[in-house]
């Protein structure tokens, strides 16, 4: 699903407060023409949705900015709330339309059934993310890792997995993804002798 969002630049000299009081919400959009930055200003339904179909990082969002001749692809870097109630303070933008590569995190999807989960071990998913390089208009949705050939004990490591064409892991190389535990063991019970006696038993 391509995310859309429709932005306008932001009055200059209008006050953040003021423009929330509005039902708009101010974003800056960063890196479409190098260190340069522009004040824009989202309408607050329009952020609202936004956030629960991008996440930080990681999810491309359409960029749509009718009064400025640029519109692209971008990724929200920050957003800034109140500390504990539902109010949403800021967003910032960084475009990734003008960039060859670029750094994002991206969900890690297990794939398949290990073996060593039929054997009575279980799957410990270490990395649910992983950082990758790749170009900004190839982006993958997620990192697919097939674990249906791991026996108990046996782990996945960054540089083992097998990532879209484009894409470089920029994690640590040795750095699990997945291990396969053995299964845990229950303590046995005690047999009688190795009961400790009660004190109250032998009329102490």
Not at 6 to 29: D, F, Y
Request: proline content about 8%; hydrophobic content about 40%; aromatic content about 2%.
């Amino acid at each position: 699903m391509e995310v859309k969002v429709e932005c306008q630049k932001r009055a200059e000299g209008s006050k953040p407060n003021a423009l929330r009081r509005e039902g708009l919400i101010p974003a800056t959009l960063y890196g479409h023409q190098g260190a340069e930055s522009v004040a824009l200003t989202v309408p607050a339904k329009a952020a609202e949705t936004l956030l629960k179909q991008a996440d930080i990082n990681h999810t491309p969002i359409e960029v749509n900015i009718p009064d400025l001749p640029w519109n692209g692809k971008v990724l929200l870097r920050e957003v800034q709330t109140h500390p504990w109630k539902p109010i949403l303070y800021h967003l910032s933008f960084f475009s990734v339309a003008t960039q060859d590569t670029i750094q994002i995190s991206l969900p890690v999807n297990l794939v398949g059934t290990a073996v060593g989960v039929k054997q009575g071990g279980i799957v410990e998913h270490v990395m649910t993310e992983l950082q990758v390089e790749c170009a900004p208009d190839n982006i993958p949705e997620t990192i697919d890792v097939d674990i249906s050939n791991l026996d108990v004990g046996a782990s996945l490591h960054v540089h083992e997995i097998v990532l879209p064409a484009g894409a470089t892991a920029m994690d640590d190389p040795q750095r699990p993804v997945v291990n396969v535990l053995g299964a845990p063991t229950m303590a046995a019970e005690p047999s009688e002798e190795q009961k400790p006696t009660s004190l109250l038993s032998e009329g102490i």
